[in-house]
């Protein structure tokens, strides 16, 4: 458990938000085909702004 | 994608990382003699190696497929993420700038109530292999995306560890006046916009300027950075 925590710690520092966030922008960007193709990539180019402004947010460890 | 460009992240996510191994590897060498700081090191740069050459050369190998960027891009964006927010965290205020002055003096007091050799063997060796675990990472991603560009990536890597070691062992002092934040700053910059292009190249998302949108991004990062930092900054107390 403890090597699982410091692999969490080594790839996200951490955060919450920044795995979370990532994971929704990859999600609507594969489940989303039937949007305009430059809609889509400016849509998870937004997605990952906001991750990084939550994350941003986040309590610090 | 220009070899200027990964070679240049590489050269200082390497040089800001090399800069808090050289505070250790220098109040190992200070404490217990440069031979004993330098062994470790080097078993340490020795160790880092192994890691590039066995995963590195196979990725490149692979040639830049779309899997691949898949899993190193997100890789890469959650690195970005989190060498950035430390960099807005301490421009805001929110956590204390990285003091090498301070880290300094703490090792050497622990190494001297210490004296083992082996101690310091094994503390200039942690030092440099924990700090340059993750620009060996990052060069191994880089030649799963850009197999062409291996060598920019490997070149910038050790020139910024061999300046900042070298600069270390001669000043004889830790580099207090680095600016560090400024430097973690751009580098997750990078980091971020590197991992956004990897990422939706994976999915199949078409860039409106091709691998040319990689200067967007770093606009629309390095933007939202400044902006965050404002938001995040604490107010002065009247």
Do not use: C
């Amino acid at each position: 458990m403890k090597v699982v925590h410091e692999i969490y710690d080594f790839v996200a520092g951490g955060s919450i938000a920044a795995p979370v966030g990532l994971a929704i922008a990859i999600l609507t960007a594969v489940f989303a085909p039937h949007l305009d193709p430059t809609v889509r990539a400016a849509t998870f180019v937004a997605i990952v702004v906001l991750t990084l402004a939550a994350a941003t947010r986040e309590k610090i460890a | 994608m220009n070899g200027w460009l990964l070679g240049g992240t590489t050269f200082l996510a390497s040089a800001v990382e090399m800069v808090e191994a050289a505070t250790i590897v220098l109040a190992v060498g200070i404490t217990q003699g440069w031979r004993t700081a330098l062994t470790g090191a080097a078993w340490a740069f020795a160790a880092l190696a192994v890691i590039i050459v066995a995963f590195g050369p196979v990725l490149a190998r692979q040639g830049a497929i779309t899997w691949l960027e898949l899993i190193v891009g997100p890789f890469m964006i959650l690195f970005g993420i989190t060498w950035l927010r430390k960099a807005i965290w301490r421009a805001a205020g929110r956590k204390a700038m990285h003091d090498e002055q301070a880290i300094f003096d703490k090792e050497v007091a622990m190494l001297r109530a210490a004296r083992d050799k082996r101690v310091g063997f094994a503390t200039s060796f942690q030092g440099v292999f924990v700090e340059g675990l993750e620009v060996a990472v990052i060069v191994v991603t880089f030649a799963a995306t850009r197999p062409a560009l291996l060598g920019w990536s490997i070149w910038g890597a050790v020139a910024a560890a061999l300046i900042v070691i070298a600069a270390a062992i001669a000043l004889r002092a830790p580099f207090a006046r680095v600016p560090e934040n400024a430097i973690k700053a751009v580098v997750g910059v990078m980091l971020l916009s590197l991992g956004t292009l990897w990422t939706g190249e994976g999915l199949g998302l078409q860039w409106w300027a091709g691998d040319a949108t990689l200067f967007w991004f770093v606009a629309i990062y390095a933007a939202s950075a400044t902006l965050l930092t404002f938001v995040e900054r604490k107010p002065v107390a009247a």
